[in-house]
């Protein structure tokens, strides 16, 4: 986990992190809308996505380009660009890119904050803007839901097939 930020600090509108395969670029802060809600766009990387995890908060995903399949319990929908998934609170989900091609979203978090200080904590900061993914290492699961469970977020185990 490396970043440059520090969690109390409220993240730039356009700035850039890499995470797990995703170029997270914040759109709307918790800072710019009163805490109501945050504005991500992510470019996910082929074969990378988000580990399974429940939140608090209300997440919404709506697909720009490519293809995603998103985990919602113990169902899987496959979405491309213009269909929308909705998230409600204490929801295990998760989502992935199964395609040969970066693909592309919006993410929505309901109230702000959380996900932004997340993102921020465990995010390698990168020039905003860039569709160039940098080299993945192999994560450190554990530090990463570590970190997500002070900000209100619970990373999950993959469910066995």
Known sequence: MKSSLTQNAAPAINSTLHFLGNLVTFRACSADTEGSFSLIETLTAPGAGAPPHIQQDEEAFLVLEGQ??????DNTLHCGPGEFVYVKPGTR???HNPTDKPSRMLIVNLPGGPHESF????????????????????????????????FGIEILPPKAQ
């Open 68 to 73: 995603y399949a998103f985990m919602l319990e």
């Open 93 to 95: 989900h998760a989502f």
């Open 119 to 150: 993102f921020q904590a465990v995010g390698e900061p990168v020039e905003a803007g860039t569709q160039t993914f940098p080299p993945v290492s192999a994560p450190n699961f554990p530090a990463i839901a570590a970190t997500a469970a002070r």
